[in-house]
């Protein structure tokens, strides 16, 4: 009886040793947020962009292959797609087979913005019978016939009377009458405003990444945009989110702002924004797309954050200077006009392509560019 009750009374120890460190972990875990609510909101950025930041910055091991296709798309040659099969291990999985990422397929399309005769220019799916303010990427590139690539652009309205996951504080009941009740995100064509950014709640940052060009300087940076608004001067612009890289004291950065935006979290296709320059201090943008379908396989924004920060810069001999998510799983989708069907990347499990919102096209031709709404 008497080494029953030691044997029940070690056992107790155990559990009771267990609760204490479990406890302890919790109590650890509610002071971690408690005190990046108290010392680092006032910074702009939240406790979730702060956590998943330093997941970004962990040790991927990326591994990509030779090019699969490296082919210049003008004739200049400074604007280059490459295709890439890349494989990974993400940093916190439980098991060998949930860390693998496997081999995905990566497209890229790199610009030398130096050249005056490339543009870059948002497009907006056209008003008709079929859709409000959505069409196809390939529909959308008849807006500007010289362009040689192309990316989808930012979250959006597909219903009516739907909850909208990345626009929360907008009501269902809210008519999709115009772009801007479709938009979840900046877009300005030719400096004519067709929708604004979404707030992303209490727990978010305050505004969301965008792409904006200047008028007077024509040149291109990525900031957060409160909702609503409109920066001065502004002659483009094409608002997604999260973003993904930041200069801050003069070196690029891994920084993720989660802005509200729950597809970051998610594990499908992607898209991204990228700002560069090269050893000459010339301006670069690059589109980058990775293949992937929904909740099965490709990559989150923090993998992807990962990626560009440290695959790109010797990929192209460039320093980053900023990039951003932009909308995810079935709208990824990446247009090269010397591609097959014009289509290099496209996701969804029937390989259709999907009507989105917006786009963003690389323009090579001379100033006299077209475009229609």
């Not at 080494?3 to 109590?27: E, H």
């Not at 004739?75 to 860390?99: D, E, H, M």
């Not at 978010?204 to 909702?227: F, N």
């Not at 070196?251 to 702002?257: G, R």
Request: charged share 15%.
């Amino acid at each position: 009886m008497a080494a029953l009750s030691f044997a029940t009374l070690g056992v107790n120890l155990k559990l009771f040793k267990r609760v204490i460190k479990i406890s302890l972990i919790v109590f650890l875990l509610f002071a971690m947020i408690a005190a990046a609510l108290v010392y680092l909101r006032p910074s702009g950025l939240s406790p979730i962009s702060i956590v998943i930041t330093q997941m970004a910055k962990r040790n991927y091991a990326w591994q990509c292959s030779a090019p699969l296709i490296q082919q210049p798309l003008n004739a200049k040659g400074n604007i280059v797609w490459i295709k890439l099969q890349c494989q990974g291990t993400y940093p916190w999985g439980f098991s060998k087979k949930s860390r693998d990422t496997g081999v995905l397929t990566i497209n890229i399309v790199d610009a030398n913005l130096a050249d005056a005769n490339i543009f870059v220019k948002p497009t907006i799916g056209k008003a008709n019978a079929k859709n409000t303010y959505r069409g196809t990427l390939l529909e959308q590139a008849a807006s500007y016939p010289n362009a040689v690539a192309g990316i989808n652009g930012g979250y959006f309205r597909t219903k009516p009377n739907r909850h909208d996951p990345n626009c929360t504080r907008r009501s269902p009941k809210t008519p999709m009458n115009t772009s801007n009740q479709i938009g979840d995100g900046l877009l300005v064509i030719d400096s004519q405003v067709y929708s604004t950014n979404c707030d992303g709640g209490k727990l978010s940052e305050v505004g969301r990444s965008s792409l904006i060009q200047d008028t007077t300087t024509k040149q291109w940076r990525i900031e957060r945009i409160k909702k609503d608004t409109v920066p001065a001067n502004t002659v483009n612009a094409i608002g997604a989110g999260p973003g993904l890289i930041q200069t801050i004291v003069g070196e690029p950065q891994i920084q993720i702002t989660w802005e509200g935006i729950l597809s970051t979290f998610e594990f499908s296709a992607n898209a991204a924004v990228i700002l560069a320059k090269d050893k000459q201090g010339k301006s670069h943008m690059l589109f980058f797309t990775v293949d992937g379908i929904d909740r099965k396989y490709g990559m989150t924004s923090i993998g992807m954050a990962n990626f560009i920060y440290t695959k790109i810069p010797t990929l192209f001999g460039l320093k980053l200077i900023s990039a951003m998510s932009m909308d995810q799983g079935n709208s990824t989708t990446l247009f090269v006009k010397k591609a097959d069907n014009h289509i290099a990347s496209v996701t969804g499990t029937h390989g259709t392509i999907r009507d989105v919102y917006d786009g963003l096209f690389i323009v090579d031709g001379s100033s006299s560019y077209t475009h229609s709404s």
